[in-house]
């Protein structure tokens, strides 16, 4: 047997391209993904990577880039396929041992620089389809949660609800009623708790919508009034507000507008509301805005609780910095709203002192 050259492989790869690719095919049906899939959807890119292994050894540095789109199709695909990620690179394995088969059954050894152009391109070939998969996978698994939420919230929200208005009527049948102290207290207890399930509710959207919102801020502008997107989030937030027995002020004035992308905007406002009610506590919060000589709006969220520790005071913009004690934020609020600020073409920063309260100031353009 010979040592197999670049070219001599390459040769023989392109001559035995259909009996190579029926010898993969065969080894791979025994995959429980390809087991049913149709043979064109099976073979998908491999034609295409058995020749460009060929041009590569012909010309080294060639092919590497071209095949990466070919191999993120791939991964993607076979994603769709229902294959598991070890089944994923088990293909490409068996067309490496397909071409050291082939090659020795024409006395071909694959050794030196034959060998280390075919492991390097398959490599990378097995790195490109599973970085595709990866992302595809935790994209529908996103997609899937989203949906799962949705449906869960809904079945709280309805039931707690119901809950929450039939207390409220007891409440005020209790006014004139002669009942113990202790009843009173009871019913006192379970309305707080409602409130309680419903912010921690409110909460556990508002940490998913951050989550959707980090990968996707894409500005859609269109005229706003400033004053009615913080009224939405007001709203939104109404039951942690009450919990927190804080008040919110909307002094934006109503004709105030501006160009922007108003689902953005309100998840602005929401963030930095929902960390205002957290700081102030039985407090209040106060969001004003005003036209500027420069064509934008000043605005600001300000809050009379206890401020912004000065230890992370310069990184509280920075993901996973968070300067709740208590509640079950992850840090990702005031990143994402300096994220859409700035993809705005707006500015934001942070004013606060320790026991006196916090503002939140961001510029926008108006046009």
């Known amino acids: 047997m010979e040592i197999a050259t670049p070219h001599a492989l390459a040769a023989l790869i392109q001559r035995q391209k259909e009996a190579l690719l029926s010898s993969w095919e065969n080894e791979v049906r025994q995959l429980p993904g390809a087991r049913n899939l149709e043979r064109a959807i099976l073979h998908d ?23 990466a789109a070919f191999s993120a199709a791939h991964g993607k695909e076979r994603h769709a396929n229902g294959y598991d990620l070890a089944q994923l690179v088990e293909e490409y394995k068996l067309l490496r041992r ?16 034959a060998n280390r152009v075919i492991s390097e391109l398959i490599d990378e070939g097995i790195k490109t389809s599973v970085q595709a998969y990866v992302e595809r996978r935790d994209s529908a698994e996103l997609k899937r949660r989203e949906e799962y939420l949705k449906f ?12 929450y208005y039939a207390i409220a009527l007891i409440e005020r049948e209790l006014e004139t009623a002669a009942v113990s102290e202790r009843v009173r207290n009871t ?24 989550i959707r919102t980090a990968a996707n801020i894409k500005i859609e502008r269109a005229p706003v009034y400033l004053a009615a997107v913080a009224d939405s989030a007001v709203r939104a937030l109404i039951s942690l507000a009450t919990t927190s027995n804080t008040q919110i002020v909307n002094e934006i004035p109503d004709d105030l507008m501006l160009n922007g992308d108003r689902d953005l905007l309100e998840r602005v406002y929401q963030n930095l509301i929902s960390n ?6 039985g407090g209040t919060v106060a969001l004003g ?12 969220v300000a809050d009379n609780g206890k401020g912004v520790p000065d230890e992370i005071k310069d990184r509280i913009f920075d993901k996973f ?15 994402i709203v300096k994220q859409i600020i700035e ?8 004013e606060s002192e320790p026991g006196k309260g916090t503002i939140v100031r961001f510029s926008l353009p108006r046009g």
């Open 321 to 335: 910095v968070t300067a709740s004690q208590h509640r079950s934020g992850i840090g990702l609020g005031l990143p």
């Open 152 to 163: 869960l919230v809904h079945d709280l929200r309805s039931p707690l609800a119901a809950i």
């Open 343 to 350: 993809a705005h073409g707006g500015a934001i920063r942070l």
């Open 45 to 67: 890119h491999i034609p295409v990577l058995i020749d460009e292994l060929a041009e590569e050894l012909r010309q080294p540095d060639k092919s590497a880039a071209r095949l």
């Open 187 to 210: 019913q006192s207890v379970v309305k707080r708790n409602i409130e309680q399930m419903q912010a921690l509710i409110t909460k556990l959207l508002q940490e998913e919508q951050n």
């Open 98 to 113: 397909c071409i050291v088969r082939t090659a020795e059954d024409a006395q071909l050894y694959v050794v030196g620089d």
């Open 289 to 300: 805005a005003t036209a500027a000589a420069d064509a934008k709006v000043e605005c600001w």
């Open 276 to 281: 205002a009610i957290d700081s102030a506590p």
